[in-house]
């Protein structure tokens, strides 16, 4: 397979085509500070090396009603139940786009639901079946949740009164760029992802709260501070 060097242009075209495919000539130019004429060119160019494979369409199901789950699972080592349960996954309905890989997982998969309730129905089902299968896992949700929970159980105002009145800090750990201190501290907590939502109090072992939270949970956390 022939491989090619990229020169910054390329690369800077290549960038802005990641977030926005639909971006216009015009404007993608005057990002990478060239021609509208040698932009289009190299975008030709791109193509027909096979760099750039195709332009796709990238859909929110946040926006449709759906909460989307990723899920994380290790396998056993048995070639034929592995082929039978990737093409159950395939053919799921519910299931938006999966992966098979190598390394701690062997794969991961984003299923769809209308409500919290109806995702564990569909998940449990679904890992009860193949549960002789399946060696470990790690189930959450993607970043939506932490917007729900901003609009709901963290915007609520006897849970904003109860902070006031225990004088407590609201901090908020940006780990959108993998910050090794934020790793680290995720770790300590037995947690690889976020969103993580914890109270710290001196002296006091940390109190971890659920992924979605919920406004009694939270303002019985917050009375035993």
Known sequence: MQLYALDSADRKI?????????????????????????VNYRIKQLLEKGI???????????????YMFKVYLKLENIP???????KEL????????????????DCVFAMLSPDITGYFDKINALLSRWEHLIVSKVLGTLVDTCQYNKKTTLANTDVL???QRKQVALLRADWTRRDPAITAALAQLGRNGVPVYVFYKKGSTPVV????????????AIARL
């Open 14 to 38: 290549l960038a802005e085509l990641d977030k926005n495919c639909r971006i216009s000539a015009t404007k993608l130019a005057r990002k990478v500070r060239k021609s509208r004429e040698a």
């Open 52 to 66: 750039l494979l195709r332009f796709i369409t990238s859909i929110n199901p946040n926006k449709l009603g759906y």
């Open 80 to 86: 034929r139940e592995r082929e039978r349960f990737f």
């Open 90 to 105: 395939a053919s799921n309905n519910d299931i938006y786009w999966m992966g098979i890989c190598d390394g701690a997982f």
């Open 161 to 163: 009164a109860d902070l």
């Open 209 to 220: 709260l659920s992924e979605v939270l919920g406004v009694e949970e939270m303002r019985s």
